[in-house]
């Protein structure tokens, strides 16, 4: 078991990528708005996932988090607004603001792996992933703040000294952003200062 451990962090050395895709039917009605989305320098960066096993033990393997949460936040927008723009702050000022509805800023606030085998040649990984997400007036007034997680549980029967294992927990991490991603899409209109947000600008 130990060396499974080692093996996932080792593994992810020299920074695994994750490619995980939005759900994207049944497909919530778009809002006809135009939101604007701000990414924190710490939310392109976000790398670092701590690994833990049956036996308590830790460390931290570097997973691109960051990167694709960017895209499947992006895809995840574009599901819900009819149009998705980027902007550098919170506030944008000038031309970058013009049309915005407000403006969200999402946050990583969390991420996890945990490894571990059940049998003699069969491994698990379970991953784990919360966002937080506030939304802004254009001049910076907090709207609304809420928390969206999701989980996400592979298995493999491939033999333990196969490195093919490591897949096994990238395709964990991949599941849980997806889950967390429709948890976005899907209660997005269900956060009660969205709601209020929404029937102050005549969105039903």
Aim: hydrophobic share 45%; glycine share 8%; proline share 4%.
């Amino acid at each position: 078991m130990r060396w499974l451990f080692a093996l996932v962090v080792l593994a992810a050395g020299c920074g695994t990528v994750l490619t995980p895709v939005v759900i994207r039917e049944p497909r919530p009605e778009p809002l006809p708005l135009t939101i604007g989305v701000h990414y924190p320098d710490e939310v392109r960066s976000f790398r670092k996932v701590p690994v833990t096993d049956a036996r308590g033990d830790s460390a931290n393997a570097k997973i691109l988090v960051g990167e694709a949460s960017v895209k499947l936040i992006d895809d995840a927008l574009g599901l819900l607004f009819a149009r998705v723009v980027s902007v550098t702050t919170v506030t944008p000022v000038g031309s970058a603001g013009d049309g915005l509805s407000a403006v969200i800023e999402p946050r990583i606030l969390a991420a996890a792996l945990e490894v571990g085998r059940q049998g003699v040649d069969d491994t698990f990984a379970r991953g784990s992933i919360t966002y937080g997400f506030t939304l802004y007036s254009k001049t910076g007034e907090r709207l609304a703040s809420w928390t969206v997680s999701g989980a996400g549980l592979a298995s493999s029967s491939t033999s333990l000294r196969d490195a093919a294992d490591w897949n096994t927990v990238r395709r964990s991490l991949e599941l849980a952003l997806r889950d967390a991603a429709w948890n976005f899409t899907s209660g997005f209109r269900d956060v009660a200062e969205v709601r209020r947000w929404l029937d102050e600008r005549g969105v039903k």
